[in-house]
T-cell receptor, first 110, second 115 residues
């Protein structure tokens, strides 16, 4: 079992739909990160969370430390949101060891 | 502010050949990372530098991979000799300090195909 698991692996939705991507982890963490990777390889860091909730534009990220679970939400989805969304955690009490999820491939159809 | 630069963007080589990748991080960023991303998988950290010192190279296949950051600025990653399973995107990233606490900025990656 992977220490960081994302679901779903693939998600296809229509433009305008509300999107939720989930991340569960089994290790103690000091931070959780959500990143976006577009075709061609470029990766952009979206959020870094250690508790609660963060919002940036149409993106919302939440984390529940007790349940070891985080969600990334996209409101009013748009085709330009099509990308791979990756969850990664910084392991607590480590030399900033990072564990990455496998990613969720999101396709938004017009 | 210029982003993380990588070159080349694409490389095709035959197995057993050697290849080198170059990365120039954002100016002033102390920490530099090299990742390997195989198609369909998340990035795997190969090596992490803090200035010119190695912080973590536990997942670097040291029999064939080497990396250096001699002056604490730009870095090279070398594979010698390459194997078919080395086909992947090699991503370089940098952060002001340790990424556990700060945002990490990624370069465009170098796509390697080993035939």
């Amino acid at each position: 079992k992977n220490e960081v698991e994302q679901s779903p692996q693939n998600l296809t939705a229509q433009e305008g739909e509300f999107i939720t991507i989930n991340c569960s982890y089994s290790v103690g963490i000091s931070a959780l990160h959500w990143l976006q990777q577009h075709p061609g390889g470029g990766i952009v860091s979206l959020f870094m969370l250690s508790s609660g909730k963060k919002k940036h534009g149409r993106l919302i990220a939440t984390i529940n430390i007790q349940e070891k679970h985080s969600s990334l939400h996209i409101t009013a989805s748009h085709p330009r949101d099509s990308a791979v969304y990756i969850c990664a955690v910084t392991v607590a009490d480590s030399n900033y060891q990072l564990i990455w999820g496998a990613g969720t491939k999101l396709i938004i159809k017009p | 502010e210029a982003g993380v630069a990588q070159s080349p963007r694409y490389k095709i080589i035959e197995k057993r050949q050697s290849v080198a990748f170059w990365c120039n991080p954002i100016s002033g960023h102390a920490t530099l990372y090299w990742y390997q991303q195989i198609l369909g998988q998340g990035p795997k950290l190969l090596i992490q530098f803090q200035n010119n010192g190695v912080v973590d190279d536990s997942q670097l296949p040291k029999d064939r991979f080497s990396a250096e950051r001699l002056k604490g600025v730009d870095s090279t990653l070398k594979i010698q000799p390459a194997k078919l399973e080395d086909s992947a995107v090699y991503l370089c990233a940098s952060s002001l300090g340790n990424w556990g606490r700060e945002t990490q900025y990624f370069g465009p990656g170098t796509r390697l195909l080993v035939l």
